[in-house]
């Protein structure tokens, strides 16, 4: 009887370890997310193999691998040595934004859009103005690239793309201290374009359609 419950101890152990140790990849978590606020530039890349990347395109990518286990995130990351390789996050998704919270300093918070690849609304197609600055000019072509000029002299190109009611704008120029990727709530109404940033909070924009 007692080599018995040894045997039993012994496979409960076995599974105890099994469930303590490294988990799988959450398939919700798996995509391309943007961060929302104070840095919309940065992104955060989970392939379904538990590897990964994050940077600002352009300026520095770093690798690492992850996994998910009971609500809690962890990132390894590749070439760091030390405490700061392995951070652990708590993860929370709700819709397409996935919010990170830090186990070791639960102040830093991120939180992150989900990356989808939009088409082009015919009703944003054209040429805009916005209305406090009818100099400048937004022009949005229907192959997804666009331009910026001011009185007729292009000085910034972009792509761009919607979904739902986001306006993406990615562009090519944008200079230090610029935002790349510009994120917008968009509306058309007529001849009236609406842009309300989601990164710059209070940032309100009407745009009038520019006549030939």
């Known amino acids: 009887m007692g080599k018995l419950f040894m045997i039993f101890g012994v496979i409960a152990l076995f599974i105890g370890l099994a469930a303590c140790g490294g988990g799988g990849q ?3 978590v798996v995509g391309r997310w943007e961060m929302l606020m104070l840095n ?10 538990g590897t990964g990347d994050r940077g600002i395109e352009g300026v520095y990518i770093e690798t690492f691998i992850w996994s998910t286990a009971a609500g809690s995130l962890e990132i390894r990351r590749d070439g760091v040595m030390g405490a700061e390789a ?6 929370d998704i709700y819709g397409e934004t996935l919010t990170l919270i830090n186990q070791r300093d639960a102040g830093m918070i991120e939180v992150l859009e989900k990356y989808v690849e939009g ?16 100099e400048w000019h937004y022009n949005f072509v229907a192959d997804g690239t666009g331009d910026i000029s001011i009185s007729a002299d292009v000085f910034d190109t972009f792509t761009w793309a919607t979904h739902g009611d986001f306006l993406h704008i990615n562009r090519d ?3 230090p201290g610029e935002t790349a990727n510009e994120r917008w709530i968009y509306s058309v109404d007529g001849d009236v ?20």
Request: hydrophobic share 40%; glycine share 8%; net charge negative.
């Open 173 to 175: 120029g944008a200079g």
């Open 193 to 212: 374009l609406n842009i309300q940033s989601r990164t710059h909070i209070g940032l309100d924009l009407d745009m009038l359609r520019a006549r030939p």
């Open 40 to 49: 919309p530039d940065l992104r955060y890349v989970f392939n379904a193999d």
């Open 119 to 134: 088409g082009q609304n015919a009703d944003v197609i054209g040429t805009w103005a916005p209305q406090l600055m009818p």
């Open 26 to 28: 959450d398939p919700a």
């Open 86 to 91: 392995n951070e652990r996050w708590t993860y």
